[in-house]
């Protein structure tokens, strides 16, 4: 199953960056967000899966997100670098939230997938990708919404 979410967002990514933005519904989400669980790649992980039980990673307590036709997508306390960089790929459905954000080097990137009727966030930081032996934190949650007006 892990492989497959692995794959099905790496998919959508691919997609997503032909396709930079594209918002279609007009939404205002307020989410909790439980942490589930963990994949990790590097020097001491080879793609190793750790539950809650095994590490401790905070819960999020309020994930915003705002979204306005046809290109506004603003997310908020996802992480602090979602927090304070542009938004490369928006792209915000009633199905789905995927965004994806690069620094000006592009050796670091964060992304995310939200599936709005399920609730399962991952949320994926890749360290080093200039580096053939690229670093990735992929974090696996479960949402529910606070309150929504769309």
Known sequence: MKKLLIVLSFLCF?????????????ANL???????KVILKNPDHNFE????????RDDIRKLLIESKSP????IKNLSNF?????LEVKISNKDIVLIQAFDDERNYSESAVLTIKTGELVH???KNIKLEEKEKDISFYSCKKSNQNT
């Open 14 to 26: 691919s997609y997503a960056n032909a396709q930079n933005t594209n918002i279609t519904i007009d």
């Open 49 to 56: 899966t750790f539950t809650k039980d095994q590490v401790k």
């Open 30 to 36: 307020n989410l909790t967000c439980a942490f589930e």
């Open 71 to 74: 290109n506004s997508l603003i």
């Open 82 to 86: 979602i927090d304070k960089i542009e």
């Open 124 to 126: 994926e930081i890749t």
